[in-house]
């Protein structure tokens, strides 16, 4: 019997220390079109990961992904994503406008978009988001901007990185 128990708890064990761990990661897609001279973003985090982060940092009481979400869950998405968030374009601090959210499973999708963009020379993505309650936080960052793909990795350590294009 006690060989059964050393071999079911053989078996449980590294179950438990694959699920007590967590990781911390987002993906940020940036496309440039083009055609419509904008900068299109798209974010993916873990809705737990930004709701536990946004109460924390404002204090607030939020839910998200709930039926009954309160209006406020917007402003305050927005107030987090232009404190962490930042585009330059040809070493200009570009403005963005939030477009909205969407919940799919455990994550929540978040749209930028930066308009009226004729060319770019250099692209530098600043992107701390999460980082502040969660220093394992890792982002990823897509773009493509033209025919060049490329990724950045930003960590708390480098949460910026610098694309040139000439």
Excluded: W
């Excluded at 308009?115 to 773009?143: A, R």
């Amino acid at each position: 019997m006690t060989k059964f128990k050393i071999l079911i708890i053989a078996l449980i064990l590294p179950l438990f220390a694959f699920t007590l761990h967590k990781y911390y990661i987002s993906l940020v897609k940036v496309e440039y079109k083009t055609e419509n001279k904008s900068v299109q973003i798209t974010m993916r985090i873990f809705i737990d990961d930004l709701q536990e982060t946004i109460n924390k940092v404002y204090e607030a009481n939020i839910e998200l992904g709930v039926s009954n979400e309160v209006k406020e869950v917007n402003t305050l998405i927005l107030k987090y994503i232009k404190d962490n968030f930042h585009v330059k374009i040809n070493t200009i601090l570009q403005p963005y406008q939030y477009i909205g959210k969407e919940y799919e499973n455990d994550v929540v999708f978040l749209y930028l978009e930066l308009t009226n963009v004729e060319n770019i020379e250099s692209i530098e993505i600043k992107d701390s988001m999460l980082m502040d309650i969660y220093p394992d936080q890792k982002n990823i960052v897509k773009l493509q901007i033209n025919e060049i793909k490329k990724t950045f990795l930003l960590t708390v350590n480098k949460d910026k990185d610098l694309l040139k294009l000439n």
